[in-house]
């Protein structure tokens, strides 16, 4: 990979961890990736923990338990509707969390 094309990714993604730039639907940060896949963790789970929220303030912002909350991120198969608020919530696309 071309070292221009390492920086301006770097930039952009600095930019985007604090809301002034945003993703594409299609790009994930480096850190997401790997909690999803080094820990095993669930996109749902890997964004909350990416934007460093608890799960108690996460369960807030939704406006549901954090046994709810929990349940999510330990399910697989959540609705598209469940993935939707999660998505508004945490300020990213839908399809970040389809993945």
Do not use: C
């Not at 549901?64 to 608020?85: D, H, M, P, V």
């Amino acid at each position: 990979m071309r070292p221009e094309y390492n920086f301006l990714n770097s930039v952009k993604n600095f930019y985007a961890e604090r809301g002034n730039i945003p993703l594409e639907p299609d790009e994930i940060p480096h850190e997401v990736a790997g909690f999803m896949l080094e820990k095993g963790y669930s996109p749902a789970k890997a964004w909350r923990v990416y934007l460093r929220m608890s799960q108690k303030d996460a369960a807030k912002k939704l406006g549901i338990s954090q046994a709810a909350l929990s349940q999510i991120e330990n399910n697989e198969n959540n609705q598209r509707a469940t993935l939707e608020k999660i998505a508004v919530a945490y300020g990213i696309h839908v399809e970040q969390l389809e993945v």
